[in-house]
């Protein structure tokens, strides 16, 4: 194991690219600036996520405007020039306050979460993407809005932003002008106006939990009907297939940070719907970089319009296992990319 | 009040077609047989959703295949030949049983529910499915299995029907052996996946209700957030008509029967995608096919052209509204229809 480990290390520095000379970025999802040095050290190339919530939680009142910003800040620092792509507040849900209490909720996955928390106390919010603004002036930020179903959330979301960047240019304190503003795409509706989202914004980044949990009306933490949260799902691929559609035809780019962008079997499905960036855990980036470095971005293309033939889950999953028992096969015993 | 319904009653018998000619079949929700009069009372044309979950509530145990068999050959038979679609067990989410305790969720309409409850509970699946089949010798009875996400759920749901069948014959039951079994399209994934399931079953009934809610990621009883529950959502808008155009890419037929169907601003929505039939509550029947008798179906399909273009729902709901108004200008003091 420990020999694994130093030869998955050895990645680190290799670039990022197919056999056959695709790139697909690694970037990491953190919590926390402490979570960054890991992510670095495994050869992040940014962060595709920031969970700010963790900022929020285990406290007993909001963060204030300067202790956001000291973070982001430095995460920001940190990256020199890397991208950092910031999501504003996601609580609610599973994730609460200790200090501000939530409604109590029959079904608090469809509730009152994450944008609809932030548009609904616009005070806090504001304070949060001047933080975030003020941030952008030492690095490569970015704002990413979570549970998105429509296109008037971004507006409303986009007009707090303005407001607190009009605030921020009265006051003299500088900021990145043009910093791009993404959404998460996690909702089904975001997924049947993604036409019209990418429209608005700069980049899509697909939040696979949420949206299998959605598309599949299975919440994956209900033990009872685990065996239906199935991310292979021919109707998640068709969902995934159909956010990369609407997003090249904007030319934006789509990323995806959900915990199965981290399964090393889906690696051909990135790369033969022609994703730009995967955002990992720390620890998933190695064994993630190690099988797109002998996976072919043509053979995956081929692989997916087959796949896209497929009826049930159980076929997709054969199919995908099947693809890579073959492409290891095929390296051998070269180490690949080294 | 009195006159207007008097006036409305009128059309209990005229023909449900548009002014030009196209056909829109109106049948009715019930929750009992006793419900099935008043739906007759105001013409329909028969049973789009008979809703069994009622026979299972407000009782001390799981009704007997007899006490089932009973009501559902009442129902076919005081229907003469007019279809009755019955949707299996559809229990779970807010509708629990008194004597069979559900597991507590923390999310229960992303829960135990409906087919994953009779898929799960196969012994009582195939006694509600025998209750139905042997009804069937008695008028035109279709099945009709809920919260369907999957063709897999579709094709064990159909084996469990061919064991009922399998058994009947061998006890020389009579039943109608080509039974058509339909789906609710009510989760996101059955929308992904339509093409796929319209080669399994004989027809589709979207269920707006739990289809809005899961699309939205919004439970429509929240208050906190009921104000995001939009049925006008240009998402809800391009899913029904992604439910439709696989149907008819298979032949098969496309009901409606969320609450939706019987609000009359939509009606050249389910004109202007060529909806096969509307399944309403009885008191909603007469009103929404007072609107089509004057609802243009070419007219409609040319707004619908017009509102997929609209980017968001108050966008869409402004544009019905200024649709029915011209339609009430231009029908004048005509009586539509009589
Ligand atoms: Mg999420
Ligand atoms: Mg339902």
Redesign the pocket.
């Known amino acids: 194991h420990l020999e694994s480990r130093a030869r998955l290390q050895q990645l680190a520095q290799v670039p990022s690219v197919t056999p056959d000379g695709e790139t697909l970025e690694l970037a990491a999802n953190i919590s926390s600036v402490k979570e960054l040095d890991a992510a670095l050290g495994s050869g992040a190339q940014g962060v595709g996520l920031f969970r700010t919530e963790f900022l929020y939680m285990d406290r007993s009142r909001f963060p204030t405007e300067e202790e956001q910003y000291e973070v982001y800040r430095m995460a920001a620092e940190k990256l020199q020039g890397k991208p950092l792509i910031i999501r504003t507040l996601?609580i609610g849900?599973d994730k609460q306050l200790d200090y501000h209490e939530l409604p109590e909720e029959e079904n608090p996955f469809l509730g009152f979460r994450?944008i609809r928390f932030s548009l609904s106390r616009k005070d806090l919010f504001k304070v949060q993407l001047r933080a975030i603004l003020r941030a952008s002036a030492y690095g490569n930020v970015q704002i990413m809005y979570?549970?998105i179903a429509s296109v008037e959330e971004v507006r409303e979301a986009n007009g707090v932003l303005a407001e607190a960047m009009g605030e921020l240019e009265a006051e003299g304190v500088p900021f990145r002008k043009d910093v791009p503003t993404g959404i998460?795409i996690?909702v089904p509706a975001a997924v049947a106006v993604a036409e019209l989202l990418a429209e608005e914004v700069a980049f899509f980044s697909i939040?696979t939990?949420?949206l299998v949990q959605f598309t599949l009306a299975v919440d994956r933490m209900n033990e009872q009907i685990s065996y239906l949260y199935e991310p292979y799902h021919p109707a998640v691929l068709r969902m995934l297939r159909a956010v990369v559609q609407a997003a090249k035809r904007r030319g934006i780019q789509v990323n995806v940070c959900g915990e199965l962008a981290g399964d090393v079997r889906a690696m051909p499905i990135w790369l033969g719907l022609g994703i730009h960036e995967l955002s990992l855990s720390a620890q998933a980036i190695l064994p993630v970089k190690e099988t797109m470095l002998r996976t072919y971005a043509r053979e995956s293309r081929a692989l997916m319009e087959e796949i896209f033939k497929l009826r049930t889950a159980k076929e997709i999953r054969d199919r995908l296992e099947r693809f890579h028992a073959e492409a290891t096969l095929a390296a051998g015993n070269v180490r690949p990319g080294v």
Request: without cysteine.
């Open positions: 996601d849900g994450a979570p549970l998460m996690e939040g939990n949420d």
